[in-house]
Each structure stands twice: as C-alpha cells, then as structure tokens.
C-alpha cells in the first residue's frame, strides 16, 4: 500500500502561486501514475496533472500554461506548482497514486481557496 500525505494549500488571491506537495510512502516502487485531483464544492473530483506510467505529464486543459507537476524521487514527493490561480481553481487537492487499474491511493486532500 502506498500512503500519501499533501500540504501547501491556503487562501491566496487571484494571480498569486501556489506549491503544493505531496509525500509517498509504502510501497513507492508499484506505483504507476502519480498526481493530482481536486473537487470543487458540488462537483466532480477531476484530474489536474499527473505523470504517467511512462514519465510524462497529462494536464487538464484548464490549467495547461498555469500549473506545472514535478517529482523529486529521493524525497518521494511530487509537486503542483500553480501559477496565476484563479477563482475556479478552488477546491480540495488530493495527491492520487495508482497502482493498478483496481488498486490506487488517496491522501487526506489540502484547501485551495482562490479569493478574487
């Protein structure tokens, strides 16, 4: 099992950045795409970024040009550095993890709020 932590949200205003970071842990090797969702109240959970199984990156469209996933494997941490945040930005961000098509992790979830 792989267990995930997130940090890095809060309340910023419209046009500010954020990073927000993501711990693994457990079984760091079976995981297969590793990334980011956020659900917005009274919406969807909806991916945002995420490396592939293969090592590159899918964006949502909303975000591509604002928000940029990286990883640091030796700290086993994966970020979501976002850039000009709008107010449609604001939801819970959850790191995910999967580690086959019926197995994959969530962490507990971090709050951006986006004022404008």
């Known amino acids: 099992q792989v267990q995930l932590a997130e940090s890095g949200g809060g309340l910023v205003q419209a046009g500010g950045s954020l990073r927000l970071s993501c711990a693994a842990s457990g079984s760091i090797a079976s995981i297969n795409v590793l990334g980011w969702h956020r659900q917005a109240p009274g919406r969807q959970r909806e991916l945002v970024a995420a490396f592939t199984s293969s090592g590159s990156t899918n964006y949502a469209d909303s975000v591509k040009g604002r928000f940029t996933i990286s990883r640091d494997d030796g700290k086993n941490t994966v970020y979501l550095q976002m850039n000009s945040l709008k107010p449609e930005d604001t939801a819970v961000y959850y790191c995910?993890?999967?580690?086959?098509?019926?197995?994959?992790?969530w962490g507990q979830g971090t709050r951006v709020t986006v004022s404008s």
């Open positions: 995910n993890a999967v580690l086959s098509p019926w197995r994959s992790s």
